[in-house]
């Protein structure tokens, strides 16, 4: 993206405006004082676990559900606010899909798509459904009937229809989440290419977190009806402001230790904590990757070193099974991932050398204890070193 760019998406009105967003079943509360922005052209995924709030926001933008408290705008002009504003679905200029694609059963895939053109004349209606359906790969198939597609081509005609009345903003809840894998890569690859050439503003709902790493420019990252934090992919994986934060995007090694002359001793190596208070315990996570990992020549039989409990071959890398010893004798089992075929034989004795960009260390906190949200906690140090477990 150009300079120029840049500059005039930033000073634009963001496509999607929330503010204080409160919202209520009864007396349980799911939406918490949300404020999130969505820019022209900007594809923002809505990320967390099933109940924390995200499909709820998702619909209040879309005006399915009544906002109950804050503000809603597109484009700078409030569809939904005090005084009982709210502006019908029908009247946002919002494109939605869902994870049923609802088509007309009735109608054709082209049909379908030019079903909200009725605006246009006949023919500018179905260059624009072909232009849209020739984009996904479903061109092909105009003139067939939703029962004669297969689940995916069916959710790629119901791209092509939230699309083509050229939205302000697009709205997609978990659009891909009832597909195969591979087909699914597949077409969130198409759905991004072609949202990206016709520069939608996009808020996407998902759980699965590479899901929104491969879709987002940002990711805001939800949990029991807050935002815990809110960055491009890269920010919130590299520099995670929650221990949630860190465990929602993979398997982690949980350890902890006092902190003692700016260190945390564990099975795993010294790391370094000299931003927390001396004494106070401290919170290491580990991911699998940041263990590296290489056969010692000792004897097995001793076990004096780290060695490996298991190792198993997961196709583009290999697991390992680690009891992690340290130097004053204690153990952990921590697992490691190893690019390509690693399988060090049960009891092979290991030397352990951390990545420290994947390493991150949080103070503890009491039990039940709850951190103020929107706080950094965290603020990892980069070091390294050798730990054989001797």
């Known amino acids: 993206m150009n300079q120029n760019l840049q500059q005039s998406l930033s000073s634009a009105a963001p496509a999607l405006s929330m503010q204080g967003i409160h919202h209520a079943f009864g007396r349980h509360e799911v939406v918490k004082g949300i404020d999130l922005e969505v820019l022209p052209g900007e594809v923002v995924c809505l990320l967390g676990p099933s109940g924390c709030g995200k499909t709820t926001l998702l619909r209040i933008a879309a005006g399915l559900e009544t906002l109950q408290r804050g503000r809603v705008a597109l484009e700078g002009k409030e569809v939904a606010g005090g005084g009982g504003r709210h502006l019908p679905p029908e009247k946002r200029s919002v494109g939605l899909a869902f994870q049923d694609s609802a088509l007309f059963p009735h109608l054709s895939v082209l049909e379908n798509v030019t079903f909200g053109l ?3 004349p006949a023919g500018e209606r179905r260059q624009r459904a072909l232009t849209l359906l020739e984009q996904l790969g479903m061109a092909a198939h105009a003139e067939s009937y939703p029962h004669m ?21 697009m709205l997609l809840d ?25 520069g939608a503003a996009t808020l996407l709902v ?26 491009t992919p890269r920010e919130l994986y590299c520099n995670p402001s929650d221990p949630f ?12 230790g006092e902190v003692r002359d700016g260190q945390v001793m564990t099975p795993v190596g010294p790391v370094d904590a000299g931003w927390l208070a001396e004494g106070s315990t ?26 490996t409990v298991m190792a198993k071959l997961l196709g583009r ?17 921590v697992h490691a991932r190893v690019p390509g075929v690693f399988l060090p034989a049960e009891g ?19 039990a039940g204890a709850r951190a103020a949200h929107g706080q950094a906690q965290q603020d990892h140090r980069h070091y390294a070193y050798d730990h054989d477990g001797q």
């Open 118 to 120: 009725k605006h246009l």
């Open 149 to 169: 597609l297969s689940g995916g081509q069916q959710q790629r005609v119901a791209l092509a229809r939230a699309l083509a009345p050229e939205p302000q903003l």
């Open 174 to 198: 978990e659009p891909f989440s009832s597909l195969d894998a591979r087909l699914r890569d597949q077409i969130r690859d198409d759905t991004l290419h072609v949202l990206k050439k016709v």
């Open 206 to 231: 998902t759980h699965d977190p590479e899901e929104a790493m491969f879709m987002a420019d940002r990711i805001a990252l939800m949990r029991d009806g807050h935002i815990i934090q809110v960055g």
């Open 245 to 256: 934060v860190v465990t929602f995007f993979g398997e982690v090694n949980e350890l902890s």
């Open 282 to 307: 401290a919170r290491v996570l580990v991911r699998p990757e940041a263990l590296q990992v290489a056969a010692l020549d000792a004897p097995a039989e001793t076990h004096s070193h780290s060695h």
């Open 317 to 333: 890398s290999s697991l390992l099974h680690i009891c992690a010893h340290a130097p004053d004798g204690e153990e952990a089992h």
């Open 348 to 366: 092979q004795p290991v030397t352990l050398r951390l990545d420290p960009s994947q390493v991150f260390v949080f103070p503890s906190r009491p």
